[in-house]
């Protein structure tokens, strides 16, 4: 929890230099056309990328290609997915987003050196869906002995993969839909940020003899709700645009 503070100090005071030093006012050539719209606004997403920009540098300048960070991405949600099976929540929810800082650093990666590709966006999208996985498997594991934390994590794994395999689906068809509110990136927001605080509330608020939960069992139920909520809107909607 201390760390979490810690990192959100420092996070609000370089939103405050990026905005006062007229930096947010950048054009940013390394966006990816493929991204759906961010539901917290582009704000923040602009900003999240500079700031994760020298890391992009570093790992160019020391010669750390996509697949590097593509791999890595897979680790951190293995390891996120052992953290959650043992209880660690803390560890799994900054796995997570570890392992989404790697995801959005193979991409612009790629296009900084211009070797995106095809190939490329296959391992990328393909090698996320195994990490995701990895991560829902430990969190199963995790509420086994909780009928409703069960329910929502395995919902939870479905809606994740559908939303992505109705986008594949449209997509091999001709009908791109990036529509929705529970993308790649708010679930591993929510997953990862109610994994970090979910000891913390547990433990000041639990009621009976719930030892942990208390705060994740309800994320992965608005998880579910959207993820599976979104992939209804998607099957929709591309289904009216191929109907024309």
């Known amino acids: 929890m201390q760390t979490l503070l810690l990192v959100l100090a420092f996070s609000a005071i370089s939103i405050l230099f990026w905005v006062v030093s007229g930096k947010h006012k950048s054009i940013d050539n390394l966006e990816s056309?493929?991204?759906?719209?961010?539901?917290?606004?582009?704000f923040l997403r602009d900003w999240f990328y500079w700031f994760i920009d020298p890391f992009r540098k570093f790992a160019i300048l020391i010669g750390l290609g996509p697949l590097f960070f593509n791999l890595?991405?897979?680790?951190?949600?293995?390891?996120?997915?052992?953290?959650?099976a043992t209880g660690h929540l803390e560890l799994g929810g900054?796995?997570?987003?570890?392992?989404?800082?790697?995801?959005?650093?193979?991409?612009?990666?790629?296009?900084?050196?211009?070797i995106a590709d095809q190939?490329?966006?296959?391992?990328?999208?393909?090698?996320?869906?195994?990490?995701?996985?990895?991560?829902?498997?430990?969190?199963?594991?995790?509420?086994?002995?909780?009928?409703?934390?069960?329910?929502?994590a395995t919902a939870g794994l479905g809606g994740s993969l559908l939303v992505s395999?109705?986008?594949?689906?449209?997509?091999?068809?001709?009908?791109?839909?990036?529509?929705?509110?529970?993308?790649?990136?708010?679930?591993?927001?929510?997953?990862?940020?109610?994994?970090?605080?979910?000891?913390?509330?547990?433990?000041?608020?639990?009621?009976?003899?719930?030892?942990?939960?208390?705060?994740l069992i309800p994320v992965l139920g608005l998880l579910s709700l959207g993820t599976i909520g979104t992939s209804v809107f998607r099957t929709v909607w591309i289904a009216k645009k191929l109907k024309r």
């Open 72 to 84: 890595l991405g897979v680790f951190f949600g293995i390891l996120s997915g052992l953290a959650f």
């Open 33 to 42: 056309k493929d991204r759906g719209k961010f539901v917290l606004g582009s």
């Open 165 to 215: 395999y109705t986008r594949a689906r449209g997509e091999s068809l001709g009908v791109t839909c990036k529509s929705g509110l529970m993308q790649r990136a708010e679930r591993l927001l929510l997953i990862g940020f109610g994994g970090i605080l979910d000891p913390s509330v547990s433990a000041h608020w639990a009621v009976s003899n719930l030892d942990f939960g208390l705060l």
């Open 94 to 114: 900054w796995s997570i987003l570890l392992g989404g800082i790697a995801d959005v650093l193979d991409g612009r990666i790629a296009r900084t050196l211009g």
């Open 119 to 152: 190939r490329g966006a296959f391992l990328d999208s393909t090698l996320d869906r195994f990490a995701e996985v990895a991560v829902f498997c430990g969190l199963v594991y995790l509420f086994k002995d909780s009928q409703m934390g069960l329910l929502f």
